[in-house]
């Protein structure tokens, strides 16, 4: 068999990205297969075509947007085209709730010819905060990744069990969770955009990691595409140049810090 471990995620603050190959790398040392990533958080990576064959294993992640699949992402997700490849459904939450991600996640594989035959939701650090589920996922998460990838193993080396997983989460699936104003009423907050403070050294690191490649490269003060809060700029601005001002936004994160300060623990499905 000539089966590769493939890593494939979505990760604009790393926590995918660190449960995805997790996940890949330990499965790869139980059943001696090569790994190979394709992270695909810029844009560039989304123009191209991918498509596996059934030797193929293939782990996807994304993290959880509004309690789905982010929507930005459903395009270029159906481009991926499964052939019968044994496929691993993975979402990253910040700590509130993965709502029907897993599950979303879960069906968009199957219709794309994969065979999803395990699921998990893990936690990492949120992306609006440093303190909600802060430097998470942690050693004990990486725990449960280890405890994942032995059960993924032992099903794929038993193809009597290669059987399509159920995982939790409503069909039909619920609408984007929103947050609330002080009033209570639902705010969108989909236009917020970054703010650059004066310790803004112009290195244009911001610009490179974007990934919907919308800093201005002239002035990164400037927005010229979408900002979808996914937190790089922010959280990777080695001068802490980068911030949200929008009264609702910090509210929300507020709200979300003191709500969800309770520990949740990883879920995984096969
Ligand atoms: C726009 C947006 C919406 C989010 N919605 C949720 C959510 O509904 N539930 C939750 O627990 N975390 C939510 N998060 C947090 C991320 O799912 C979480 O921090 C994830 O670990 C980030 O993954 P990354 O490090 O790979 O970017 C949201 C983050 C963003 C940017």
Redesign the pocket.
């Known amino acids: 068999m000539s089966q590769v471990i493939n890593a494939i995620?979505?990760?604009?603050?790393?926590?995918?990205?660190?449960i995805v190959t997790g996940i890949a790398g330990s499965i790869s040392k139980k059943i001696d297969r090569q790994t190979h990533s394709i992270d695909f958080?810029l844009p560039e990576v989304r123009f191209k075509p991918i498509a596996f064959t059934a030797d193929d294993i293939v782990i996807l992640?994304?993290?959880?947007?509004?309690?789905?699949v982010?929507n930005v992402l459903l395009n270029y997700l159906n481009t991926i085209i499964g052939n019968g490849a044994i496929a691993i459904a993975v979402?990253?939450?910040?700590?509130?709730?993965?709502?029907d991600?897993l599950i979303e996640l879960r069906d968009i594989l199957t219709n794309n010819g994969f065979k999803v035959i395990a699921g998990g939701a893990?936690?990492?650090?949120?992306?609006?905060s440093k303190i909600?589920?802060q430097n998470?996922p942690d050693e004990q998460d990486m725990k449960i990744v280890d405890e994942f990838a032995n059960e993924i193993a032992k099903k794929i080396t038993s193809p009597e069990e290669l059987t399509i997983v159920n995982v939790k989460g409503n069909q039909p699936y619920r609408k984007y969770?929103m947050p609330k104003n002080k009033e209570g009423n639902p705010v969108d907050?989909r236009k917020v955009t970054p703010k650059t403070n004066e310790d803004c050294s112009k290195c244009k690191l911001c610009v490179s990691v974007c990934p919907m490649g919308s800093i201005d490269p002239e002035d990164v003060a400037k927005l010229i595409g979408i900002c979808?809060?996914?937190?790089?700029c922010i959280k990777k601005c080695p001068s802490n140049a980068k911030y949200y001002d929008d009264e609702n936004y910090l509210r929300h994160k507020e709200e979300?810090e003191i709500e969800?300060s309770s520990r949740k623990e990883p879920e995984i499905f096969f």
């Open positions: 995620y979505f990760s604009p603050t790393g926590t995918t990205e660190k958080t992640g994304v993290p959880v947007y509004a309690g789905r982010p979402v990253l939450y910040g700590n509130r709730n993965y709502d991600s893990f936690i990492g650090e949120h992306s609006f909600l589920a998470r969770y907050i979808i809060k996914c937190g790089a979300l969800f």
